[in-house]
């Protein structure tokens, strides 16, 4: 990668940690709030089912994931297992896709 | 200062010996009132055993040469009194972490002094010797930058007390991207985008993780992370323009 791509990187990183530092505080004050008997699928959906907002918020909440994860995997893989290169980034890409795939179909739930 | 009385007269010192196969050795040094570990490692020298190799200079803290792992922590030997790091009256001193050890003592100085020029650590002049003085105000923004970050010494304590150096041996490390960030500064300088480019990266600023053992650990009490941190803004403004 040339050093282009690594700042782009760092830049898309730290931009997606500030997006994660406030949608996390809202999500764990939510579920502090709502979940009153337990956490299962059919109350979350029951409580989220049809909102426009919740959808978004989570949404966009899912991308940030998908975008922070990857990068920070990516940089423990060289620092901490040595492990650089082509074949690290691809796998990196790939939890990042996998992570957004399953976040999104919840959120999809909660639209449809 | 050293003012306390010393509690025994002996110090145990163990000191490496040897390439990086080697190992601790110990000795026993009179302890004397402001004593040095400089001094310790000069008497172990010139009484006990003259085959020790270690590199000193200037013995006042300007040369930057001495620098040793002290009880485990990088110091400049020659500004730092037994009295402050003497632990259960023990000292262990051994040769600079993250540099190939050349013997006993001494360390390979080349990859750190190498990683200065690989971040373009060189002055770029813009203008001729016929051209007049540059007057560079005291209270300018990058002129006080400069100040804050230029009188380093090149020791190496900050690169060898750098988790990142040892994690990435290709990351330029806090000496080097310090000198970059006060010829970013620089008024005067003009090659200020190739250097940003020098220092973005997985080897460069990036890389940083703002754990501030280098500011923490700086004898001349510099701050490399701040630097860095200029750094990092400098190298996000250039990207966002797309001059990176």
Redesign the interface.
Known sequence: ????D???L??AQRVSAAVLALFVAVHLVTMIVAVKGGLNAADILGRTRGSATWALFYALFVLAVAVHAPIGLRNIA???LQW?GPGANRCCVAIGSFLLMLGWYAVVSVIV | MATQKPEQANLDVAVWRGGADGGYRNYLVPRQDAQTVLDVVTWIQRKLDPTLAYRFACRVGMCGSCAMTVNGKSRWTCRTHVAKVLAHDRLQIGPLANLPIVRDLVTDMREFFDKWARAKGQFAPTATRRDDFARVAPVTTGRRRIDAAIECIGCGICYASCD?VR??PAYLGPAALNRAWTLQNDVRDGDKEARL??V???A?C?ACHTLASCTELCPKQLSPTASIAGL?RA??R??LKGV?
């Open positions: 990668m040339t050093e282009r690594e700042t782009r760092w830049i060289a620092e901490w650089r | 990142v994690w990435n480019r020098a973005s990266g997985d460069g990036h990092k190298t996000v250039a990207a990176l």
